[in-house]
T-cell receptor, first 111, second 111 residues
Framework: DGGITQSPKYLFRKEGQNVTLSCEQN?????MYWYRQDPGQGLRLIYY???????QKGDIAEGYSVSREKKESFPLTVTSAQKNPTAFYLC??????????FGPGTRLTVT | KQEVTQIPAALSVPEGENLVLNCSFT??????LQWFRQDPGKGLTSLLL?????REQTSGRLNASLDKSSGRSTLYIAASQPGDSATYLC??????????FGSGTKLNVKP
């Protein structure tokens, strides 16, 4: 089955530690995205990548970093510089019709 | 910057009722608009995608319309069921394949 996988589903970290969230897709999509969702709010764009080895900052990129070394993979690192990292993180991709497909999400809790 | 607003924020209806969810956006220069469903703690599931040249799309009991000139879209749900209870989000695709999301309408369909 084609789709987007995110791991882990739940992640707990201590303040001051960097953490990497995984996102993998087998849809052969060029564009991939990372969003953050806080309770009762819509999605806010962190980073996006239109093609391998290229990515752009979204609206809330501070404290986050990404890489795009393979078409299938777009990992997100939440660094210690992110002041309020506890949130629900969603990865997405788009194909030729520009329809977005989402993964199941990772809930990150930092204490 | 594109702003997307969804009204109402929450809606509670008895089973069997027809209902309309609203989405408005400030910049009419969009490529497409997509409606999603999100269950608690889950990722987003695509419901309908409307390209900018289209006026409406239908899937089963769902019908979405788009009026670009007025910056509005509606999602019509016919004969609502308890299984329709979820949060519904709309997203517009603006320039450079960036998506802007509303904060969603939380729907509760009572048996």
């Amino acid at each position: 089955d084609g789709g987007i996988t995110q791991s882990p589903k739940y992640l707990f970290r201590k303040e001051g530690q960097n953490v990497t969230l995984s996102c993998e897709q087998n849809l052969n999509h060029d564009a991939m995205y990372w969003y953050r969702q806080d309770p009762g709010q819509g999605l806010r764009l962190i980073y996006y990548s239109q093609i391998v080895n290229d990515f752009q900052k979204g609206d809330i990129a501070e404290g986050y970093s990404v890489s795009r070394e393979k078409k299938e993979s777009f990992p997100l690192t939440v660094t210690s510089a992110q002041k309020n990292p506890t949130a629900f993180y969603l990865c997405a991709s788009t194909g030729p019709s520009y329809e977005q497909y989402f993964g199941p999400g990772t809930r990150l809790t930092v204490t | 910057k594109q702003e997307v607003t969804q009204i109402p924020a929450a809606l509670s209806v008895p089973e069997g009722e027809n209902l309309v969810l609203n989405c408005s956006f400030t910049d009419s220069a969009i490529y497409n608009l997509q409606w999603f469903r999100q269950d608690p703690g889950k990722g987003l599931t695509s419901l309908l995608l409307i390209q900018s040249s289209q006026r409406e799309q239908t899937s089963g009991r769902l019908n979405a319309s788009l009026d670009k000139s007025s910056g509005r879209s509606t999602l019509y749900i016919a004969a609502s069921q308890p299984g329709d209870s979820a949060t519904y989000l709309c997203a517009v695709n603006g320039n450079f394949n960036k998506f802007y999301f509303g904060s969603g309408t939380k729907l509760n369909v009572k048996p």
